[in-house]
């Protein structure tokens, strides 16, 4: 059986103008995550307890725009600057263990820290900055599940 | 003079929120091919940093995970703007979460969250040990074994329509109830 974990991650573009635009979009990111508020612990609560609609209409509607232009760019076959087909690489479903498990174990850590990667960093930049904490231990999670890999079911 | 407004204004209503956070994905790979998603900077900086013989983090990690450090580093620059332009955001959730978040103990709802449980101090105390330390382990071990996180999975893989991607959402989701109804009540 491929899996696909087992390969290195794809190598998007990395010419010095490219890794400008990402860091300017990584900028952009904190401050959307910051405006939307879903980095704040108090939002996923509600969330978790479905006492609003607010993160669920957000979470939806940035599916459905995600979804509309990965479509139109499937359709147009539309390039990336540097001129390269743009692809989505999909993901080995394999028995699917990896998925559940490893997302039950992600969602008890999300309202804990009421945040999901992105939000820890964002958070930092905040001035929460008890969340380096937070992120110096998700290092050491990803850390061993590198290591415990060979010997956990996916 | 655009990105000034921005800074100032306050929080954004759903329907501006959502669509902003979803156009990172065409964004990123129009940019370079790169696939919205935040969780492999942790696996990147594993690979970097920490010496390993686990084959999972051997691999060159500049030349596939660059651009992501970059792309979180900007993350922290953008909170801190925000933060700092914007000024101090007390976020308005609904009074049925106030109470609900009362009988748990906790009174402080200024800010982004509860003072008392995110703060330096707290990790002294054993709910902020396990909420920080604890909470930010199960983040990285369980995004690494999902292969993915809220970004890469539940906008990015359900954006594809890719099925693996709607298990690791659903997980997300039932770790998160779990933890919300029968583990924060003992907890705090």
């Given amino acids: ?154 | 003079m655009i990105a000034a407004v921005i800074l100032v204004s306050g929080a954004w209503p759903w329907y501006v929120a959502g669509p902003a956070i979803g156009l990172f994905v065409p964004a990123l790979l129009i940019v370079g091919n790169a696939v919205f998603g935040v969780s492999s900077c942790l696996r990147h900086m594993c690979a970097a940093v920490v010496p390993s013989k686990a084959e999972y983090f051997r691999y060159d990690w500049k030349k596939t995970g660059l651009w992501n450090l970059l792309f979180v580093l900007g993350i922290l620059a953008g909170g801190f703007l925000a933060s700092h332009f914007g000024g101090a955001q007390n976020v308005a959730i609904s009074e049925a979460t106030r109470l609900s978040l009362a009988k748990l103990g906790i009174h402080d709802f200024s800010g982004l969250a509860p003072r008392e449980l995110f703060h330096w101090s707290a990790l002294a105390t054993l709910q902020g040990f396990i909420l920080i330390v604890g909470g930010g382990f199960l983040v990285g071990f369980g995004t690494a074994y999902a292969g993915g996180c809220t970004s890469g999975h539940a906008i990015s893989g359900m954006a594809d329509l890719q099925f693996p991607s709607l298990i690791a959402t659903a997980g997300f989701f039932a770790g998160g109830l779990i933890a919300t109804y029968f583990l924060l009540p003992l907890l705090l």
């Avoid at chain 1, 059986?1 to 794809?10: K, L, Q, S, V």
């Avoid at chain 1, 978790?48 to 139109?72: D, G, K, N, T």
């Avoid at chain 1, 993901?91 to 699917?96: D, F, M, N, S, V």
């Avoid at chain 1, 992105?118 to 001035?127: C, D, E, K, S, T």
């Fill in chain 1, 1 to 154: 059986m491929i899996n696909e974990a087992n390969r290195a991650p794809a190598s998007p573009t990395q010419a010095p103008w490219a890794l400008l635009a990402y860091l300017l979009l990584g900028v952009a990111f904190g401050v959307v995550l910051t405006k939307s508020e879903v980095l704040s612990w108090f939002r996923i609560q509600e969330m978790f307890r479905f006492q609003s609609p607010r993160m669920y209409e957000i979470i939806v509607s940035a599916i459905v725009v995600a979804a509309i232009s990965v479509q139109l760019i499937k359709r147009w076959g539309a390039k990336s600057i540097s001129g390269e087909p743009i692809d989505v690489p999909r993901k080995a479903l394999g028995r699917g263990i990896r998925y559940a498990a490893g997302g039950i174990i992600f969602g008890l850590g999300w309202a804990f820290t009421g945040a999901c990667p992105g939000p820890l960093f964002a958070l930092v930049g905040n001035g929460i900055t008890v969340m380096a904490v937070a992120i110096l231990a998700a290092l050491a999670g990803t850390w061993l599940y590198g290591v415990l890999r060979p010997r956990l079911p996916h």
